[in-house]
């Protein structure tokens, strides 16, 4: 086997967002997660929402803002052509 082809396969600390932390080994160092197997409701049975959202608002707040810049840059282009 060829030597220094392999990625390092250290330690790592996984930090969830319930406060759930385990050590597994891994290429990637102290990773976070939203989810895991003692807050996840698959394996809870508990039905509880999740903060989506705050993704699903954050899009709309970028479209609505890509979509003024767009129709202000229109106005001035019309108001050219026009005179």
Request: net charge positive.
């Amino acid at each position: 086997m060829r030597d220094s082809i392999h990625p390092n396969y250290a330690m790592t600390t996984i930090h969830c967002a319930c406060g759930n932390e385990w050590e597994i080994r891994s290429t990637r160092q102290n990773m976070r997660i939203d989810v895991c197997s003692k807050c996840h409701p698959f394996y809870t049975g508990e039905q509880r929402l999740m903060d989506t959202g705050g993704q699903v608002e954050r899009f709309r707040r970028r479209m609505q803002r890509a979509q003024g810049a767009q129709a202000a840059a229109q106005q001035p282009a019309a108001a050219a052509t026009e005179s």
